[in-house]
């Protein structure tokens, strides 16, 4: 680039070297992306492989033939179908639960007045820092007094009692919502349930859709609490069901891949069909979700 | 803590000190809408917290009625070896995947940040890992970190480079790991690509009017307003890598030669293999002191290099 002198010279260097760098970008970006997506191609690949085919050295990227029937066979090696209705129960569970007590207490936050609020929202933050450790044990002994392990409660009662980054993140979102429409409303007799349910929770559609898809994806994925809680298999989330497959068949990574993919799926499709929510989610908080 | 939000935390106005009939009313309907945060609070966070210092100082099986034993827990941890071990290998992780990872979100951040033709085509790409997580990807990286048939080795092995064992050797184990981690850095990259995109443009043209080139703009204008966004990230991002254990749980079980036995796994263990609540809950106990020691540090730390706009800082 510094060789062509054409005139005006520095005009034209400081074009080149645009073109440099969007030439490094691309490439970097490409390169990047290869390496983002390689995992996922492997894993769909090595699901579609026949078990002798899955160690062979040097490995090949691409199956010989395609086992499509691995799908099926992996799921009827343990009761998936009941994993699956289990995690859909946990999962539905929890964003109904936080929708609500989340809308609710990010109301209270965002909307009314009380005494001691400033602190209580302080407290509230802070309960992000508590490390999962500290508080498994004490909330495991409770559940167990309360006779509730090997039950899926445990993994359902909390998210009836808000969580900290939803509140937050509700609360934030409600606080852009003009106040004249709650003084109009109130004028016209609406009392706070209805302004919540009538006036902000329409408006707040997409910061909801955030709570429940991050809400969704983290219950769906969550392992510690089923391992903890749960013993019998015919309450076993998918989650844990993998576990206890991987446990049991190590050595069939095709038929392992092939569940672990269809595990996937629901958040995959989530993930894609409503990405922007997602984007809007960590930047109305700037937290990641999780 | 909260001043290092992005988010500006605005408060509504607040009510007068004295309460009228009406304010009397308001304050009611406050904590009743705020009621099932309040008793989760009590019984979940902060009952727990209490409860777990308590059940610190006993010997509990919960199986049996728990016994007191004073201080003796503390002083059987102060002589585990596996204790320091445990957490040695949890701030190596958090530090590795930590550092390498905002390294690595904030460059892809850079990257989509200039106008690139397809950037929401890169951004779902370098995003998506982040979003898949748990035991389906840990299965998955077993796969590609495997000695033999693993895609990293065949990679290496174009160039003729034998590649470790990445899972089974004591010492390649836990770079595996962060390595691993990295892969999910789309996370934080699509909190720092929303926080490129909000640094005011008059900022680049005024340092480009005062003769900036593209360096002294990245140091003098991008970090200094970014830096919030960035302090924000390390904190939360160094506070869930300490506790996390389930990749680990799966992937190596803490092995080889407990090279990957982090903090979580080894309470895990403690509490729910051996049943010894009263042990666990010291050791619990002990990782939150050290969270909150570790987020001071990084809050003093922070007042050298984080910039809040509106601040008057010499």
Same mark, same amino acid.
């Given at each position: 680039?510094?060789?062509?002198?054409?005139?005006?010279?520095?005009?034209?260097?400081?074009?080149?070297?645009?073109?440099?760098?969007?030439?490094?970008?691309?490439?970097?970006?490409?390169?990047?992306?290869?390496?983002?997506?390689?995992?996922?191609?492997?894993?769909?690949?090595?699901?579609?492989?026949?078990?002798?085919?899955?160690?062979?050295?040097?490995?090949?990227?691409?199956?010989?033939?395609?086992?499509?029937?691995?799908?099926?066979?992996?799921?009827?090696?343990?009761?998936?179908?009941?994993?699956?209705?289990?995690?859909?129960?946990?999962?539905?569970?929890?964003?109904?639960?936080?929708?609500?007590?989340?809308?609710?207490?990010?109301?209270?936050?965002?909307?009314?007045?009380?005494?001691?609020?400033?602190?209580?929202?302080?407290?509230?933050?802070?309960? *992000? =820092?508590?490390?999962?450790?500290? %508080?498994? !044990? @004490?909330?495991? #002994? /409770? $559940?167990?007094?309360?006779?509730?392990?090997?039950?899926?409660?445990?993994?359902?009662?909390?998210?009836?009692?808000?969580?900290?980054?939803?509140?937050?993140?509700?609360?934030?979102?409600?606080?852009?919502?003009?106040?004249?429409?709650?003084?109009?409303?109130?004028?016209?007799?609406?009392?706070?349930?209805?302004?919540?349910?009538?006036?902000?929770?329409?408006?707040?559609?997409?910061?909801?859709?955030?709570?429940?898809?991050?809400?969704?994806?983290?219950?769906?994925?969550?392992?510690?609490?089923?391992?903890?809680?749960?013993?019998?298999?015919?309450?076993?989330?998918?989650?844990?069901?993998?576990?206890?497959?991987?446990?049991?068949?190590?050595?069939?990574?095709?038929? *392992? =891949?092939?569940?672990?993919?269809? %595990?996937? !799926? @629901?958040?995959? #499709? /989530? $993930?894609?069909?409503?990405?922007?929510?997602?984007?809007?989610?960590?930047?109305?908080?700037?937290?990641?979700?999780? | 803590?909260?001043?290092?939000?992005?988010?500006?935390?605005?408060?509504?106005?607040?009510?007068?000190?004295?309460?009228?009939?009406?304010?009397?009313?308001?304050?009611?309907?406050?904590?009743?809408?705020?009621?099932?945060?309040?008793?989760?609070?009590?019984?979940?966070?902060?009952?727990?917290?209490?409860?777990?210092?308590?059940?610190?100082?006993?010997?509990?099986?919960?199986?049996?009625?728990?016994?007191?034993?004073?201080?003796?827990?503390?002083?059987?941890?102060?002589?585990?070896?596996?204790?320091?071990?445990?957490?040695?290998?949890?701030?190596?992780?958090?530090?590795?995947?930590?550092?390498?990872?905002?390294?690595?979100?904030?460059?892809?951040?850079?990257?989509?940040?200039?106008?690139?033709?397809?950037?929401?085509?890169?951004?779902?790409?370098?995003?998506?890992?982040?979003?898949?997580?748990?035991?389906?990807?840990?299965?998955?990286?077993?796969?590609?970190?495997?000695?033999?048939?693993?895609?990293?080795?065949?990679?290496?092995?174009?160039?003729?480079?034998?590649?470790?064992?990445?899972?089974?050797?004591?010492?390649?184990?836990?770079?595996?790991?962060?390595?691993?981690?990295?892969?999910?850095?789309?996370?934080?990259?699509?909190?720092?690509?929303?926080?490129?995109?909000?640094?005011?443009?008059?900022?680049?043209?005024?340092?480009?009017?005062?003769?900036?080139?593209?360096?002294?703009?990245?140091?003098?204008?991008?970090?200094?307003?970014?830096?919030?966004?960035?302090?924000?990230?390390?904190?939360?991002?160094?506070?869930?890598?300490?506790?996390?254990?389930?990749?680990?749980?799966?992937?190596?079980?803490?092995?080889?030669?407990?090279?990957?036995?982090?903090?979580?796994?080894?309470?895990?263990?403690?509490?729910?293999?051996?049943?010894?609540?009263?042990?666990?809950?010291?050791?619990?106990?002990?990782?939150?002191?050290?969270?909150?020691?570790?987020?001071?540090?990084?809050?003093?730390?922070?007042?050298?290099?984080?910039?809040?706009?509106?601040?008057?800082?010499?």
């Amino acid at each position: 680039m510094q060789t062509s002198v054409v005139y005006p010279k520095r005009q034209l260097g400081i074009r080149g070297r645009a073109i440099a760098g969007k030439v490094i970008t691309y490439a970097l970006l490409l390169l990047l992306s290869i390496s983002f997506v390689l995992p996922f191609l492997w894993m769909v690949s090595t699901s579609l492989k026949l078990s002798q085919d899955v160690f062979t050295y040097p490995p090949s990227f691409f199956p010989n033939s395609f086992e499509w029937t691995n799908y099926p066979r992996g799921w009827r090696v343990l009761p998936f179908n009941t994993f699956l209705i289990n995690s859909l129960i946990v999962t539905l569970a929890n964003v109904a639960g936080n929708i609500l007590s989340c809308s609710l207490v990010a109301f209270g936050f965002a909307r009314l007045n009380g005494r001691g609020r400033n602190i209580l929202f302080l407290l509230l933050l802070a309960t *992000l =820092m508590i490390p999962r450790e500290v %508080t498994i !044990i @004490p909330r495991f #002994l /409770m $559940f167990s007094a309360a006779g509730l392990t090997n039950t899926l409660w445990p993994l359902v009662l909390p998210a009836w009692f808000g969580y900290a980054f939803f509140i937050f993140l509700l609360r934030q979102f409600f606080m852009g919502i003009p106040l004249d429409l709650d003084h109009s409303a109130r004028i016209d007799g609406a009392n706070n349930w209805q302004i919540l349910t009538q006036i902000i929770l329409p408006l707040s559609q997409p910061a909801l859709a955030s709570v429940a898809i991050f809400a969704f994806i983290g219950n769906w994925s969550n392992l510690l609490d089923p391992l903890i809680y749960l013993r019998s298999t015919e309450l076993y989330t998918l989650a844990l069901g993998l576990n206890l497959f991987r446990g049991q068949n190590f050595t069939q990574f095709n038929l *392992l =891949m092939a569940v672990s993919i269809i %595990t996937l !799926i @629901p958040v995959l #499709l /989530m $993930f894609f069909f409503s990405q922007k929510l997602f984007v809007q989610g960590v930047s109305l908080t700037g937290m990641g979700g999780r | 803590m909260t001043n290092a939000q992005p988010t500006p935390i605005t408060t509504p106005p607040k009510g007068k000190p004295k309460l009228g009939g009406m304010a009397r009313k308001e304050e009611r309907s406050f904590y009743l809408f705020i009621l099932p945060w309040i008793i989760g609070f009590l019984l979940f966070d902060a009952g727990a917290i209490i409860a777990s210092f308590g059940i610190s100082f006993t010997n509990w099986s919960a199986l049996s009625a728990p016994s007191y034993v004073g201080t003796l827990n503390y002083s059987r941890l102060i002589a585990d070896s596996v204790f320091y071990k445990a957490m040695g290998n949890s701030l190596y992780y958090g530090l590795g995947s930590v550092g390498l990872g905002t390294i690595v979100s904030f460059l892809l951040a850079l990257l989509l940040n200039q106008n690139v033709w397809g950037m929401s085509l890169f951004r779902t790409i370098f995003y998506l890992p982040s979003v898949v997580s748990g035991i389906a990807v840990a299965i998955l990286w077993i796969m590609i970190l495997h000695q033999d048939f693993g895609l990293i080795n065949s990679f290496l092995a174009w160039f003729g480079i034998k590649g470790p064992g990445w899972l089974v050797q004591p010492q390649w184990a836990m770079p595996s790991l962060i390595l691993m981690s990295l892969w999910s850095a789309g996370g934080s990259m699509v909190i720092y690509l929303a926080g490129l995109q909000s640094v005011p443009t008059h900022l680049y043209e005024a340092a480009e009017i005062d003769g900036a080139d593209t360096f002294q703009k990245f140091w003098t204008v991008t970090v200094p307003m970014m830096s919030p966004v960035i302090l924000y990230n390390l904190i939360v991002g160094f506070i869930a890598s300490i506790q996390g254990f389930v990749t680990v749980y799966v992937m190596t079980n803490g092995g080889p030669a407990n090279a990957t036995l982090v903090y979580g796994l080894y309470i895990y263990r403690t509490a729910f293999i051996n049943f010894q609540m009263g042990y666990a809950s010291a050791l619990a106990w002990v990782l939150l002191v050290v969270i909150i020691l570790i987020t001071v540090v990084q809050f003093i730390v922070a007042r050298y290099w984080v910039y809040y706009e509106g601040d008057l800082k010499s």
